[in-house]
């Protein structure tokens, strides 16, 4: 209950059924925008993957999956998603898709051992997408077109939400901010990472920052990737690691900065080697996702997961992402939100 944030003086702009309605316009549309700028298809992804291939995300690398046997197939275990990151890419070759095109689907997640809070759920949806490039894309001038094209999708998406809702007024700023994770630690060099990216968001208003996953100049992580799908250690044309990074935004809201997507260039034949080196995971070459990438059977790509509740939330200015989906919370926060005006679904 300490993590929760009360906002003074909150109340809901739009009654419960407008909530609904609100969710509906700003998904159909902002997932019709992203398919026309990316040049995306839609494809239906899976649940749950089998243990064991290397196919689904772990994340930090601590985070435990929600799994169960299979009585049909010799108990064999399966494990709810985390995200879809190495799965989609298997799902470009599959397809035989083809440089410049991708796909996007809907992600459902259960994430059992995060810290619930406004932002916080055992439920994530996200979409999730991923798009075929070639080996001259793999530069941080096409990482940041790509993110461009995104925060444009979702500027888009925010005025639409105003001309339905007028008492909503926009917030977003007219560009986005680029900035490395190292530039950010020599700007604030005795902050922590998070104190950081509240700092620069507030500053700008829209920020990617790039470079997430390897060591900075103090010997730390700005934050922890897995080693297997973004490229978060070759050098980029900036002069700094890393070929991927967060969309972040300030949400004067809540008085604090606001990750909406992570995403990256990811790893080639060599990143992967150099990547599972460096976290001592070099086991995961013999998985069956990590051979094909190896032997040059998958494609080169782009991809990274965009929260639907999270974008639902600061576009339909909400205080608690409880809100806008429906998930298990603590009967103390449930009582607390319903005094601070912030009834959860």
């Not at 003074?8 to 969710?23: A, C, D, F, H, K």
């Not at 920052?209 to 978060?232: C, F, N, Q, T, V």
């Not at 806008?324 to 005006?341: H, L, T, V």
Request: charged share 30%.
């Amino acid at each position: 209950m300490s993590k929760l944030i009360k906002v003074e003086g909150y109340r809901q702009l739009l009654n419960p059924m407008q909530t609904e309605q609100g969710i509906k316009l700003i998904k159909d549309f902002f997932q019709a925008n992203l398919s026309t700028a990316l040049r995306l298809r839609r494809v239906t992804a899976p649940l749950f993957v089998l243990r064991g291939l290397g196919i689904n995300d772990d994340l930090n690398g601590v985070e435990r999956p929600v799994s169960f046997p299979i009585k049909d197939m010799g108990e064999q275990v399966a494990e709810v998603v985390h995200s879809l990151a190495k799965w989609k890419r298997l799902m470009l070759g599959e397809y035989g898709i083809k440089p410049g095109y991708g796909l996007y689907t809907d992600m459902n997640a259960i994430r059992g051992d995060e810290e619930l809070d406004n932002l916080h759920s055992l439920y994530v949806d996200q979409w999730d997408w991923e798009r075929t490039i070639n080996a001259e894309d793999r530069n941080i001038e096409y990482l940041k077109k790509t993110v461009r094209s995104i925060y444009c999708a979702i500027r888009r998406t925010e005025y639409l939400v105003q001309e339905t809702y007028p008492q909503i007024e926009p917030f977003l700023p007219e560009e986005i901010h680029f900035i490395s994770s190292e530039e950010l630690l020599r700007m604030y060099p005795d902050k922590t990472p998070k104190e950081r990216e509240n700092l620069i968001c507030e500053k700008y208003g829209a920020v990617f920052i790039m470079g997430i996953g390897g060591k900075l100049s103090d010997g730390k992580e700005h934050d922890l990737r897995a080693p297997d799908y973004d490229d978060w250690t070759t050098p980029n044309s900036d002069g700094f690691l890393g070929l991927n990074g967060d969309i972040m935004i300030w949400y004067p809201l809540l008085n604090r900065a606001f990750e909406l997507s992570s995403m990256g260039v990811r790893v080639d034949k060599e990143a992967l080697l150099r990547q599972l080196e460096l976290t001592n995971k070099t086991d995961r070459k013999s998985l069956y996702f990590h051979k094909k990438l190896l032997d040059g059977e998958l494609p080169l790509s782009i991809g990274g997961g965009i929260g639907q509740s999270r974008l639902c939330m600061v576009l339909l200015h909400k205080a608690h992402i409880g809100e806008i989906q429906a998930s298990i919370w603590p009967e103390e926060m449930r009582e607390e939100c319903a005094k601070n005006g912030m009834p959860l679904i």
